[in-house]
């Protein structure tokens, strides 16, 4: 048997502002990635020498670190 709890925020003004931050913060970080992973994908498909994508993963952890 599952159970669930389904709990209600109620977030006053300067809350409601810092979840929004934090999705938006959520988009940058997937779309930027998407991005990447697009480009390395399509470098390494044209020339099967290049590194695969996957190994550029890190990139991201070193180059926004502490950035928001």
């Known amino acids: 048997m599952i159970l669930a709890h389904k709990i209600e925020l109620k977030a ?4 409601r502002t810092y979840f929004a931050k934090a999705c938006g913060v959520a988009r940058f970080s997937y779309n930027w990635a998407l991005e990447q ?3 390395q994908y399509q470098a390494h498909k044209e020339n ?3 590194p695969k994508p996957t ?14």
């Not at 006053?12 to 809350?15: G, I, R, T, Y």
């Not at 190994?55 to 928001?68: A, C, D, K, L, V």
């Open 55 to 68: 190994q550029y993963i890190p990139i991201f952890s070193e180059s926004y670190n502490n950035t928001f």
């Open 48 to 50: 099967p020498d290049l």
């Open 12 to 15: 006053n003004n300067k809350q």
């Open 37 to 39: 992973w697009k480009k």
